[in-house]
C-alpha cells in the first residue's frame, strides 16, 4: 500500500520525447516548509531549463538528486513529508523506490505524435488525456507542438487535449494558400473537423490566440471558451521579433532573438536554438514564414484584429500575460472588455513556460467554470 504520507519528487516529463534531464540545482534546503506551487529544484533538458514545482504541501525532508547530474524521467529527486515521519521510515521509501514501470498504453517513441490529413495539408498534433471537455493548444508564429511541453500533460488530467502544429510550421505541410488569419482558421476548423471535435476550449499563444479570436467570431458553435496568452489581435503594437526571426540565418543571429521570448534569457539553450534553426532550414519554410509575416505583421504593426469581431458575442475568455512582455506590449491585455484578466510578474511572452504551474492553474479554473 502506498504511504500517501510521503511524497516524491521525481524528474517530470517535459515534453513528449524528453527521457531524462539534468538537476541544475536546489532552491530549497532540507526541512523547508512547502505549499503547492512551489519551485523546489532546477532541472535542464536538451531543450529548455526550468523549475520543478510542489503539488502536494509539507516538508522538504530529503534532497536525493545531486546537481549537475543526469536523471531519466521518473526517478527520485527528493522527498516531502510531514515533520511527524519518522527519518527512518524516510529512509525506507528512498530505498525502496523503483522508477514506475511505463503505464499501460503508455505510447512508445515514435508513436507520441499522430497526423491528419485535413483541407490545409497533413496536420501534426499531440493528444493527451481523455474524456472531460476537449481543449486544443494553438502555438505562435514559428512554434510547434513542442512550444507547450510544460502544460499538455497537466491540463490533460481532466481534459482531452491536442495541440498541433499549424500549418508551415514544426512538421506540418509547408503550403499554405493564401497566407493569414483566414487560412490559419480555416485550418483550425478543417483539423478539428477531420478528428470530430465539435467544440473545444481554445488555448491560443500569440498568433495564436488571433486565430482562436478569429475561430469564435467565425464559428462560434465550435468554442466553448478562449484562453488568450500574450495574443496577437488586441491591439496593433508588435516588436522587432517576427522580422529578426526570419532574417536570422545562423546562431548568432537567431539567440538574440529568441531571448526576446523571456524575461530569463538563460532558457535559451544551445540546443533550443539549433532546434529552431533546424526548422527554419527545411524546404518551404523560409517561404511561408515570410508570407505569413508580410501578411499579418507587415511594416511593423499587427494587420488584423479579430478582437472587434467579438464585441458583444464574446466567449467566457481568460487573458493571460507575462508582464516583462518584450514582443506584444502587456498592456494589450486590457483591450477586451468582459475577459478576466491575469498579468503575471517576472515572465516574458513565454509565460506559459516561465510561469507553467500559475499558467496551467489558472486554465484549468477557467475551463472548469465555463
Not at 488571433?210 to 475561430?215: G, S
Not at 527545411?282 to 478582437?307: I, M, N, R, Y
Request: aromatic share 6%; glycine share 12%; charged share 25%.
Amino acid at each position: 500500500m502506498t504511504d500517501t504520507r510521503i511524497v516524491p519528487i521525481v524528474m517530470p516529463k517535459w515534453g513528449l520525447s524528453m527521457k531524462e534531464g539534468k538537476v541544475t540545482g536546489w532552491l530549497l534546503e532540507d526541512g523547508s516548509k512547502i505549499n503547492p506551487g512551489d519551485a523546489i529544484l532546477e532541472v535542464e533538458t536538451d531543450k529548455i531549463a526550468g523549475a520543478v514545482e510542489a503539488h502536494e504541501a509539507g516538508v522538504l525532508r530529503r534532497r536525493v538528486g545531486q546537481p549537475d547530474t543526469i536523471y531519466p524521467v521518473k526517478t527520485l529527486l527528493g522527498v516531502i513529508a510531514d515533520p511527524s515521519v519518522p527519518d527512518s521510515e524516510i529512509d525506507d521509501f528512498v530505498s525502496a523506490y523503483v522508477v514506475p514501470a511505463a503505464e499501460e498504453g503508455e505510447e512508445e517513441e515514435g508513436s507520441k505524435y499522430e497526423f491528419v490529413e485535413t483541407a490545409a495539408g497533413n496536420i501534426r498534433y499531440a493528444k493527451r488525456g481523455t474524456g472531460g471537455d476537449n481543449v486544443i493548444l494553438i502555438h505562435g508564429f514559428g512554434g510547434d507542438v513542442d512550444n507547450w511541453l510544460f502544460n499538455i500533460d497537466a491540463l490533460g488530467e481532466k481534459a482531452t487535449v491536442y495541440a498541433l502544429d499549424l500549418p508551415g510550421h514544426g512538421q506540418s505541410s509547408k503550403k499554405l494558400d493564401k497566407p493569414g488569419l483566414g487560412a490559419m482558421t480555416a485550418a483550425l476548423a478543417s483539423f478539428m473537423d477531420k478528428l470530430g471535435i465539435d467544440n473545444a476550449h481554445l488555448v491560443g499563444h500569440s498568433m495564436g490566440g488571433a486565430i482562436a479570436m478569429q475561430m469564435a467570431a467565425e464559428h462560434p458553435d465550435k468554442v466553448k471558451s478562449l484562453t488568450l496568452i500574450c495574443s496577437a489581435g488586441l491591439g496593433s503594437e508588435i516588436g522587432s521579433y517576427v522580422d529578426g526571426y526570419v532574417a536570422a540565418q545562423g546562431r548568432k543571429d537567431l539567440k538574440p532573438v529568441l531571448e526576446q521570448l523571456f524575461a530569463d534569457k538563460s532558457l535559451v539553450s544551445r540546443q533550443l536554438v539549433d532546434d529552431v534553426l533546424k526548422y527554419k532550414r527545411l524546404d518551404g519554410v523560409e517561404g511561408v514564414l515570410k508570407s505569413l509575416a508580410t501578411a499579418l505583421f507587415a511594416g511593423g504593426k499587427q494587420q488584423d484584429a479579430p478582437a472587434a469581431k467579438l464585441a458583444g458575442k464574446l466567449p467566457p475568455t481568460l487573458v493571460i500575460w507575462g508582464k516583462e512582455d518584450q514582443i506584444i506590449p502587456a498592456a494589450h491585455a486590457a483591450n477586451l472588455p468582459g475577459a478576466n484578466v491575469h498579468v503575471l510578474e517576472g515572465a516574458g511572452h513565454m509565460v506559459f513556460m516561465e510561469k507553467a504551474s500559475d499558467v496551467n492553474n489558472l486554465i484549468k479554473s477557467h475551463i472548469a467554470g465555463a
